[in-house]
């Protein structure tokens, strides 16, 4: 299969989930963005992965795990974003060992897989079909300070519903301006229903 390697772009506090954080991916060739809200542990330990200097005064449940995975000459080689499922992602972490060549695959949530291939510095990777369903691509353009906020306007599912699909298109740039993007996923579901009820 042909997978389209993504790499962080950051990690955002989630506005409409409390205690959310919105972990972006993205596809460097095309800019494709792909938005994945995260729990605030595994937003902590991604940001402690890829901080190289910073190490807690205890190991993190992500850094046990890397541990046991060296001590088994083990080695993590990639982690595959293979699906989505009701805007819930579904990640595969890909293990080799050392010694053998032996392949071990384990079913994992993104954002475990995730915080253990920034351990290991190890590419993730997803399908053209994640990034068609869940990719969000934008040229953003200069927005008039004057328009009204996104959070704003966009403030229920039932509000989206009554949106033109040309203002739907403006505020789907505006929530990833903003970096809001589980909202941007919400309006991003609405242009894709209606599209299928076109189709």
Known sequence: MDYKQLIIRGISYSQTQSGAYALLLEHEETHIKLPVVIGNFEAQSISLGLEKD?????????????????????ELVSVIIYQ?????????????????????????????????????????????QVLNEAGILLELEDVSKEEQSFSETVQTEDSLKSISMEELQKLLEEAVKEEDYDTALEIQEEIKRRKKKID
């Open 84 to 128: 989505i499922v009701d805007g819930v992602f579904f990640s595969n972490i890909n293990f080799r060992n050392k010694a053998n060549d032996e392949e071990l695959i384990l079913d994992a949530r993104t954002s475990d897989a995730v915080a253990m291939a920034v351990r290991f510095d190890a590419p993730i990777f997803t399908t053209q």
């Open 54 to 74: 910073i190490h807690p005064p205890r190991p993190l449940t992500h850094d046990l795990f890397t541990k046991f995975i060296v001590s088994a000459n083990y």
